[in-house]
């Protein structure tokens, strides 16, 4: 939501920013203005400068380096926001008092100065960016130190809901305020995409298609694009969204190349393909909220090598002065050059997925890993890609298995993560069974109960003879532990019941709970003394389930 204030406040030097755009602060350069922006804030200084009818002003170097309390520096390049416009954007999570000098090969934008003082966070929904947790390499956490489960949600075309929408945001607000309020809190998207290269159903009402936009990344059509300048308007409508999913607490994975969505893209390596993508990590570095994806499945569809994905990263790393988490959606490049990213994804049909996961996490000990797709997407009303899986239960059960082998996990909609994007599937009008989004509230309430950053899977034995060793928590079922008298084993409907093999306590007495993952109930079954053979039938049986085991 735009909103405007058309008038300045001035206490001493200290000025209160013209207008935001939710998370952002922006104000006109002033000489001699201290700023005052939270931490991890957003904050846009715009600077003026007429330039050459002839120049290109893409073309023209601009940035700023900032000088933090402590004497760090970061070196933040500008960028062109249209007219005669160019913006440095800073975000700090260090507090205290940040200087400022700019400079540009334009003389007009050259050696102005200013400070900013960056104050404690006061924004609910603000944990800082999303890292590596620092007690467990294959977990995340906040820069607050909060665990973060991530659990992804794939909107590729996000960015076209309300594109050229100047009054706001309606449908992209609807949909993300539905995928937060459902638990997740990780959107994967495209920076850009044209239309997909496979069939859709002929009656998608119009209201809901966003295939083949009249515009581009760049100026002109994806017919006929001019790589030479980009196209402002989808790039200033990129912050509104990055800046409202920093409010919502959502990540924004954003894919900043796909293959196979026919667009028409510049050569490799060229002006226009350099352009494009150094723009956006300039414009889009200081969003906390901002991880890197170079590539949906990159080295798919004949067009990339592992060279220029290599070269992609090195750019990333070279440009992104905070140091966002960076991973390439496509497992045969990570696979050969995990040290290159921060993350491992893993795009996995498989029928034993669960087992391919374990060794997924095993392979990649020093990293955090995600399925990022497991080839179930949940059915719609209007078809289009089906994958291997479409049962709202099936997805979900695949999505447990991820997240049961230590990995985190992903979901898809047909109707909202490609070209059909249905932003209002809840509203009472609709003649269709509404999708499972809720499903996922469940599991994400799960482990806001428990801390997923505290438990490591269990990688059992082939057989299950041996009762000897933690290597054998039961007889089946997916288990994890905190190897503290914790575990929680999932449990597939096909189970009558699970003989959990467990160290004795020193307590001799387990508590037994039971979660049903479809409702989200948590059916508490008292305490059991020990033995080592704990015969457990779910509530629910022959439903799939977890079963919560504690010490105590």
């Not at 804030?41 to 002839?54: E, H, L, R």
């Amino acid at each position: 939501m735009l909103k405007k204030a058309f008038s300045f406040v001035f206490v001493g030097l200290l000025i209160f920013p013209s207008f935001s755009i939710a998370q952002i602060q922006t104000s006109p350069f002033k000489k001699g203005a201290l700023l005052q922006i939270d931490q991890w804030q957003v904050n846009d200084i715009v600077f003026s400068a007429k330039t050459d009818p002839g120049t290109n002003p893409f073309d023209i170097t601009f940035g700023a380096i900032y000088t933090g309390p402590d004497g760090q520096l970061l070196d933040l390049t500008g960028f062109y926001n249209g007219g005669n416009e160019w913006i440095s954007r800073f975000s700090a999570a260090e507090q205290g008092t940040w200087h400022f000098v700019t400079y540009s090969s334009e003389p007009k934008l050259s050696g102005l100065t200013g400070e900013l003082h960056v104050q404690p966070n006061s924004r609910p929904e603000q944990k800082g960016a999303v890292g590596i947790d620092p007690e467990n390499p294959q977990a995340f956490a906040y820069d607050n130190g909060d665990p973060h489960f991530m659990l992804a949600f794939e909107l590729d075309w996000l960015f076209a809901l309300d594109y050229g929408n100047d009054q706001g945001m309606p449908k992209t607000e609807q949909l993300l305020d539905h995928v937060k309020d459902n638990g997740f809190n990780h959107v994967v998207a495209n920076i850009y995409a044209y239309d997909v290269g496979w069939g859709v159903a002929d009656d998608v009402p119009d209201k809901y298609f966003y295939g083949k936009p009249p515009y581009s990344a760049w100026e002109g059509s994806n017919e006929s694009p001019d790589f030479s300048r980009l196209n402002l308007e989808l790039f200033q409508h990129w912050d509104r969204i990055l800046a409202s999913m920093q409010g919502k607490g959502l990540d924004a994975h954003l894919m900043i190349y796909v293959w196979n969505k026919l667009v028409n893209w510049p050569d490799m390596y060229s002006t226009g393909d350099n352009l494009y993508f150094d723009y956006i990590i300039h414009r889009y570095q200081a969003f906390s909220n901002v991880i890197w994806d170079v590539s949906k499945e990159a080295l798919d569809y004949a067009r990339a090598d592992p060279a220029y994905i290599q070269e992609r990263i090195s750019r990333i790393r070279e440009k992104d002065k905070y140091n966002r988490l960076l991973t390439v959606h496509d497992y045969e490049f990570n696979s050969r050059n995990g040290e290159l990213v921060d993350f491992i994804s893993i795009q996995s049909w498989r029928s034993n997925l669960y087992s391919l996961m374990l060794q997924g996490r095993a392979t990649h000990a020093s990293k955090p890993v995600v399925n990022i797709e497991h080839g179930g997407y949940e059915t719609g009303p209007y078809r289009t890609f089906v994958g291997n899986y479409t049962s709202p239960e099936t997805c979900l059960v695949r999505t447990y298995e991820c997240v049961f082998s230590g990995v985190y996990g992903s979901y898809y909609w047909q109707n909202s993560s490609w070209n059909i994007v249905v932003h209002d599937p809840f509203e009472e009008e609709q003649d269709f069974e509404p999708p499972r989004f809720d499903y996922y509230k469940h599991l994400a309430g799960l482990f806001t109960r428990f801390n997923f950053n505290e438990l490591q899977p269990s990688y059992p034995k082939i057989t299950t003879n041996s009762r000897i060793g933690t290597d054998n928590l039961a007889t089946n079922g997916y288990a994890l532990s905190n190897g503290e008298g914790l575990y929680l084993m999932f449990i597939p409907k096909d189970s009558e019941r699970v003989n959990a093999v467990l160290p004795k306590p020193e307590s001799c007495t387990f508590k037994i709970t039971w979660f049903n993952i479809f409702t989200g109930e948590f059916r508490e079954q008292g305490s059991r003394s020990w033995s080592g053979w704990m015969e457990l039938i779910s509530p629910w049986q022959y439903q799939d389930s977890v079963v919560i085991v504690e010490e105590g």
